[in-house]
Structure formats: structure tokens, C-alpha cells
């Protein structure tokens, strides 16, 4: 069983930056691919970024690339997702998420955190 736990949401005004957290309760951290998602009001959950077991490949959403940067700390079991020169469309609860069978640009992952929320003001 992995246990994911968020951090580092909250309100920031457009072109801030915020750095979500997520720290993983699991034996081996670096069996898992990671990923963030987030889901605005009303709409369905979306890909946002990934990073596979040793942080060497990462994946981004069209949206948010070249603002966002996902990254691994293997020994902290914890993941990052910087997010800079935010913008008021990036609002939404953002989940990370963990996959033993390697990274996808899908939901299809196996554990999944509560969620934090960002929200940015224009």
C-alpha cells in the first residue's frame, strides 16, 4: 500500500510561483513513476506532469510546459512540482499520483493523494 500525502498549495497572484510536495509512504520510492493531476470545477481530471522511477524522463502537459518543472528526491520519497509564471486557468485541486508499471500520461495510476488546492488570481 502506498500513502501519498500533498503539500504547498494555496492562493498566489497570476505570474507567482508555488511548489507542491508530495510525500510517499512506501518501502522502495524508486519502484514507483510519479505524476501530478489536477481537476478544476466541473471539469475532468487532467494530466500535468510525470517523471519515471529514477527522475531521468519526464513528461509534460502542453499547457504547462516550459513553467512547470516535475523532479524526485528518491532518498526523501518525495516529488515536486515547481510552478512558475502561474496563470489564473492553472486553479484546481492538484493530485499526485504513484504507478508501479512505469509512467503514463493517463489516470491509470494505482495510488493517488487527497489532493491541494492552488488558486491563482488574476
Known amino acids: 500500500q502506498v500513502q501519498l500525502v500533498e503539500s504547498g498549495g494555496g492562493l498566489v497572484q497570476a505570474g507567482g510561483s508555488l511548489r507542491l510536495s508530495c510525500a510517499a509512504s512506501v518501502r522502495t520510492f524508486s519502484n514507483y513513476a510519479m505524476g501530478w493531476f489536477r481537476q478544476a470545477p466541473e471539469k475532468e481530471r487532467e494530466f500535468v506532469a510525470a517523471i519515471n522511477w529514477s527522475g531521468g524522463s519526464t513528461y509534460y502537459a502542453e499547457s504547462v510546459k516550459g513553467r512547470f518543472t516535475i523532479s524526485r528526491d528518491n532518498a526523501k520519497n518525495t516529488v515536486y512540482l515547481q510552478m512558475n509564471s502561474l496563470k489564473p486557468e492553472d486553479t484546481a485541486v492538484y493530485y499526485c499520483?504513484?504507478?508501479?508499471?512505469?509512467?503514463?500520461?493517463?489516470?491509470?495510476?494505482?495510488?493517488w493523494g487527497q489532493g491541494t488546492q492552488v488558486t491563482v488570481s488574476s
Open positions: 499520483a504513484a504507478r508501479i508499471l512505469g509512467v503514463v500520461l493517463t489516470t491509470q495510476y494505482q495510488y
